[in-house]
């Protein structure tokens, strides 16, 4: 029974542990997910594997080596031993060479561009998310005033006060805000879905930053743009096809042939006018040198002007997406003076005004100053205010999460 009392306690405190939710900032949230996500990793292996491709750039082939042995000389046996190298021109071993280096200059460029866009998911999430708690706790204070509407009217109904207009309608009023609620939990359980996907993480969480305006990033401006990673990229891959086409045209060149043998002369030799015999143990040897020449040249060209269109084709698509960042980093800019000015609108003087209205109105409905609808437009009004400012406060952060995006600030 001791035993088992302890394995009790052992198990509840082992599922309070789990149950306890792990808090997160929204940059450890960043970090967990560069860690943890999958496509990161597979970017961080395919650099290493341009990384070893770079070394085969100086690959000049396999060595020939071929023994003979028989009556290739004479009636005697002899030996033959030929080696022989194919070696490609020189200017296309430092072409491929060159290939590999822009190869792995894309691929790490590549990781940059899918740790810019994981990093831009998990911002744009988490400040959605802190969003919603903040409209969760709205909520919360907006259900407690229709919960003291609701309890009046019925009050001031029961009293002969008030028609059942006015209590139908608060208890109404009351079960849309429970309704929001619901859908608010909902939303909030998405977000948390969302994000644990992004973190690769099935532990609890919890958001611990608060909602409020991020800062604008520093020096934003048309000519930032050109720190934007899938630009780089892009960019990159014009480079890479370049270079393609270089080691395409150097490889039309002819393959340069070096060898050597050593063999045997079994026999009669006539050496300064006398005859001597050279058995199987005299070695003779030479060397080889030669061009290996492409006698069907029209596949070469072709690949080289294959090439040549691949490059041209890659330039044109990062003129393009040059044309189309330019226009999204504009319309972000407009999108977060937009958001701005909606901001300080409502931090200059809505929302002062908005809690002004909300506490005359309360103590002029329950001293029976005003009717519930007028009460109720109150309410309406102030609650209005508070969850647009709730709005406009997460419109400003997307805007500048987006503005980080593009100018690759992450």
């Known amino acids: 029974m001791k035993n088992l009392k302890y394995i009790t306690l052992g198990t ?50 396999k060595l020939s ?7 290739f000389n004479s009636i005697y046996q002899d030996n033959n031993l030929t080696l022989q190298q194919s070696i490609p021109f020189p200017s296309a071993i430092a072409n491929q060479i060159k290939l590999g280096k822009e190869q792995v200059i894309g691929a790490q460029q590549n990781l940059t561009v899918q740790q810019n866009n994981l990093v831009y998911e998990v911002k744009a999430v988490y400040s959605q998310l802190l969003y919603q708690q903040a409209q969760k706790k709205l909520l919360t204070a907006q259900d407690s ?9 019925s009050l001031r109904f029961k009293t002969g006060e008030s028609n059942l207009l006015e209590k139908t309608t608060a208890e109404t009023q009351h079960l849309e805000v429970q309704n929001s609620q619901r859908q608010n939990i909902a939303d909030i359980e998405i977000s948390e879905a969302r994000l644990k996907a992004l973190l690769k993480s099935d532990l609890r969480f919890e958001a611990t930053d608060e909602l409020k305006k991020r800062t604008v990033p520093a020096e934003v401006s048309a000519a930032q743009i050109q720190n934007n990673p899938e630009l780089k990229l892009i960019n990159q891959e014009v480079n890479i096809s370049r270079q393609y086409k270089r080691m395409e045209k ?3 060149m002819p393959d340069l042939l070096v060898g050597g043998f050593v063999q045997s002369l079994t026999g009669f030799q006539n050496v300064d006018g006398q005859d001597v015999f050279f058995s199987r143990n005299k070695k003779f040897t030479g060397f080889q040198l030669g061009l290996s020449i492409p006698l069907w040249i029209k596949p070469n060209i072709a690949r080289a002007n294959a090439a040549a269109f691949q490059e041209e084709s890659m330039r044109k698509k990062a003129e393009q997406y040059q044309v189309t960042l330019t226009g999204n980093f504009e319309q972000a800019l407009r999108e977060l003076d937009k958001n701005t000015a909606t901001l300080n609108y409502y931090e200059s003087s809505a929302l002062q ?9 309360r103590k002029a409905f329950h001293a029976g100053e005003i009717s519930y609808i007028e009460y109720l437009q109150s309410l309406k009004i102030s609650i209005g205010i508070k969850s647009n400012y709730l709005l406009a406060i997460n419109q400003c952060n997307q805007s500048i999460i987006t503005l980080e995006y593009l100018l690759g600030k992450y």
Request: net charge negative; charged share 15%; aromatic share 8%.
């Open 12 to 61: 509840v405190v082992l599922l309070a542990t789990l149950a306890q939710a792990q808090k997160l900032t929204m940059d450890q949230a960043v970090q967990t997910a560069l860690q943890n996500n999958s496509g990161i990793k597979a970017a961080e292996f395919q650099v290493d594997y341009f990384k070893e491709l770079k070394k085969t750039g100086s690959d000049i082939g």
């Open 65 to 71: 080596a071929v023994w003979m042995h028989g009556q």
């Open 145 to 153: 005033l229709y919960s003291d509407f609701s309890n009046a009217s």
């Open 250 to 252: 150097s490889r039309i």
């Open 353 to 361: 005004n908005a809690d002004l209205i909300l506490s005359q109105a």
